[in-house]
């Protein structure tokens, strides 16, 4: 589904606290109860209640399933997307909703802005999108998953996200700022860049490849692997080179800059698949963050260095000779549990996002595909109404409430020396 924020301004505190219901409700129950949604929303009077669910299913924030055994609603991933944007909005995190300006792979990449008019970006992950893309052969798995247990998934992809984003930015690592979360919403600073897979050439190839390189080894150092590095997630943004023999001044326009005293500049995004250097399969990850980038290098700019390597054994010993911060270490102290990424990481592997194939084409996400997804999402709801026992354990909701609130406040230490 596509994000459509044009309903949001007609919509209640009342027709909130009713969708904030169905929310609660979805912990427990794949049909949330119409009894139930009254009682979590804690408005007087019934008729107050039953106009604000007759409002959200207009505009599909909420939606019956078919052949379900009694009155009720689940939640749809526009009311998930709804009680983001309010939370957004609320803390002033966006004042704005602009135009999507990317698809990746399971997230949304939207234009947002702040009341003071600053750009910023919105990413929503949408994990299940592939499921429903293979829905034909993936059958067995639909039965065993719910709407909502994919709406927690994409909440714990997001936390990880921030989470790892807010440390490498602390520690000297060319990222995007974060700046908010909300359930599976992520608001973040926007990047005047390319992907690189938009570049057609680079002036000096082999100095892209060693930084890209290097880049691999550092985050080792800091106990991480990406495990997606690839031409889908390297921004690269343009700067005066520090040592152009031209001298320029902080007005000076990038179209004024000479080619030789322009630096490219990589900046990494997209972190729900990164492990830890002590991953039972961190070899694996390595291996391919480095081969995608030494293909991609070889096929679109027909360079190949001439220097074997990084492996993972040399990245191990730089790391136990001289260590970072332990990066993977601090962000699950600051809240995101080795739970929480076993159970993304189980999602990630049973739905086949490998991290290897890259995102797709921006805007390349059809109308029909789009169709699809709603109608086997709705086809997936529970059919008996009965409370789903697949489902994510109201305590697991709860702890993911208590690590979003610690994301706020998270500190991690600065930059070790190098």
């Known amino acids: 589904m596509k ?9 209640t505190s009342e027709d909130f606290r009713v969708l904030a219901g169905v929310e609660a409700g979805s912990r427990n129950h794949e049909v949330v109860p119409t009894p139930l949604i009254v009682q979590l929303s804690g408005l007087r009077g019934g008729s107050g209640v039953h106009r604000a669910i007759s409002n959200l299913a207009k505009i599909n924030l909420i939606a019956k399933v078919k052949n379900a055994k009694y009155d009720g609603y689940r939640l749809t991933y526009g009311g998930l997307d709804y009680l983001a944007l309010n939370a957004h ?6 004042y704005s909703v602009g135009n999507q300006v990317g698809v990746g792979k399971e997230s949304d990449i939207i234009v947002v802005a702040h009341s ?11 994990l299940g999108r592939i499921s429903f893309r293979t829905v034909k052969t993936n059958r067995d798995y639909l039965r065993h998953r719910s709407s909502a247990s994919w709406m927690y998934m994409s909440r714990l992809a997001a936390m990880k996200e921030f989470a790892f984003m807010k440390a490498l930015r602390e ?6 700022e974060p700046i908010a979360q909300n359930r599976h919403t992520i608001v973040m600073s926007l990047i005047d860049a390319f992907p690189l897979r938009q570049i057609s050439k680079v002036p000096n190839p082999q100095g892209l490849y060693s930084e890209l390189m290097d880049i691999i080894l550092e985050l080792a150092r800091f106990g991480l692997i990406h495990g997606d590095f690839n031409e889908f997630n390297l921004l690269i943004k343009e700067e005066v080179d520090e040592n152009a023999k031209e001298k320029y001044t902080p007005e000076t326009k990038l179209d004024d800059v000479a080619d030789e005293d322009i630096r490219l500049v990589p900046v990494l995004i997209d972190f729900p698949q990164m492990v830890s250097i002590d991953h039972v399969n961190a070899e694996m990850y390595f291996d391919r963050d480095v081969n995608c980038v030494k293909r991609y290098f070889q096929r679109k700019f027909h360079f190949v260095s001439d220097v074997p390597g990084p492996t993972f054994a040399q990245a191990r010993k730089k790391f136990l000779k001289n260590p970072g911060k332990r990066l993977d270490v601090e962000v699950e102290a600051s809240g995101f549990s080795r ?5 993304l990481e189980k999602y990630m592997q049973e739905v086949g996002v490998d991290g290897d194939n890259g995102s797709r084409e921006d805007g390349e996400e059809d109308e ?10 709705e086809e997936s709801g529970s059919e008996s109404g009965e409370p789903n026992n697949d ?11 208590e690590s979003s609130r610690r994301f706020e406040d998270l500190h991690v230490s600065g930059p070790s020396g190098q």
Do not use: C, T, W
């Open 3 to 11: 994000l459509d924020s044009k309903a949001i301004r007609y919509l």
């Open 89 to 94: 909005q609320k803390s002033q995190a966006v």
């Open 116 to 126: 003071s008019g600053e750009q910023r970006i919105l990413k929503i992950h949408r």
């Open 171 to 176: 520690n000297g690592f060319s990222v995007p």
């Open 339 to 343: 739970k929480m990424a076993r159970e």
């Open 368 to 377: 029909e595909s789009s169709e699809e997804e709603e109608e086997d999402d």
């Open 391 to 401: 489902k994510q354990p109201e305590q697991d909701d709860e702890d993911v409430g």
